[in-house]
C-alpha cells in the first residue's frame, strides 16, 4: 500500500490492522517497522492504544527506533528495481 511509504516517513511506530496473509503484515512484522493487529484482535488493539494513551498522559515518550527503515528509501527502491529489470 503506497499510504505505507508515508506513514514510515513519520518515524513512529505504525499500528496495522491486516489480515494474516497479507504483505503488508509480512512486512511489519519481518522489518520490525511497528505494531500489527489483525481484524478479530480488537480486545489487544484497545489495550495497546491505551497503554501508549497512558504513557503519553503521564509524560511517557514511545520507545521506537526503526531497524531497517533505509532499505525503503526511495533512493534503495529505485535501485532494487533496477536489479530486478536487469537480471
Known amino acids: 500500500p503506497s499510504k505505507f511509504y508515508e506513514y514510515l516517513g513519520f ?31 480488537i480486545n489487544e488493539l484497545s489495550e495497546y492504544l491505551l497503554n501508549i494513551w497512558y504513557k503519553k498522559q503521564n509524560g511517557g515518550l514511545i520507545d521506537f527506533k526503526y531497524q531497517n527503515i533505509d532499505k525503503f528509501h526511495i533512493t534503495n527502491l529505485v535501485n532494487d528495481l533496477q536489479q530486478m529489470i536487469d537480471k
Request: hydrophobic residues 40%; aromatic residues 6%.
Open 11 to 41: 518515524k513512529k511506530p505504525i499500528i496495522v490492522i491486516a489480515e494474516r496473509d497479507s504483505e503488508l503484515s509480512e512486512i511489519i512484522l519481518a522489518e520490525k517497522l511497528g505494531e500489527l493487529f489483525y481484524p478479530d484482535q
